[in-house]
């Protein structure tokens, strides 16, 4: 377990016992499992608060840079090295009150794996099976399977392949991540009230088609 005063860098040790397993679909529970072993809530509230605290302004700016804002939370990306077969990240949620329609609380997939802790707050967390349309591969149906309030400390895993939904959180949840690299080269998503379904491609994949278009 790393502590706020062990003299290696924030975050490394996860990083370096990430680095020794081996990320597939399969072993991705192993991913889970190794970060159970090194959260203890606070103790990696500390961490991260100390890992922000160390940045400096030129990291500070670069992991601005590779953050992003949804329609639901922040997500904020503490580390992305080119060498690692994942990422870290932290989610910050907004109140309740500011979600707009289409991100956590659709029905949902990912173009990665990962596994996630809750930091502070909770949320409702729904598991889908969801049907993919043969022609359109999109999705045309989906069954809840599973629901359940999670607390703080709550920790779980989701696979590339499978669909959930956060209907609502606490206001100031977070929630710290661990994701593999991407292994699909879209996600889709289904808004249960609506029945229509939509494909996410990310924009950093779309420059050769906006080339030939343009």
């Keep these: ?5 062990s003299p290696v860098p924030a975050l490394s040790e996860l990083a370096q016992r990430m680095r020794e397993i081996d990320l597939t679909r399969r072993r991705w529970t192993a991913a889970h499992a190794g970060v159970e072993t090194w959260v203890d809530g606070p103790g990696l509230r500390s961490v991260l608060r100390r890992h922000l605290l160390d940045l400096g302004p030129a990291k500070a700016a ?22 690692e077969p994942f990422t870290f990240w932290l989610h910050e949620y907004k109140p309740q009150q500011d979600w707009r329609p289409g ?19 909770g949320y409702r967390h729904e598991r889908f099976d969801a049907t993919v ?7 045309s149906a989906a069954k809840l399977t599973h629901r359940t309030d999670c607390e703080t400390g709550a920790s779980g895993i989701m696979l590339a392949d499978q669909f959930h939904r956060i209907p609502r959180a606490v206001d100031g949840t977070m ?9 699909t080269p879209w996600s889709l998503s289904y808004d249960p009230d609506t029945h229509i379904g939509h494909r996410h491609v990310p924009v950093e994949s779309r420059l050769e088609e906006l080339t030939r278009r343009i």
């Design 175 to 183: 929630t710290f991540l661990v994701k593999s690299r991407p292994v």
């Design 62 to 83: 670069a992991l601005v840079e590779r953050s992003r804002e949804t329609t639901t939370h922040f997500a904020w990306c503490l580390r992305d090295n080119p060498d």
């Design 103 to 121: 991100y956590a609380d659709s029905v949902h997939n990912h173009r990665y794996h990962f596994c996630t802790v809750i930091l502070h707050g």
């Design 133 to 139: 349309d043969p022609d359109t591969g999109l999705i």
């Design 1 to 5: 377990m790393i502590t706020v005063s």
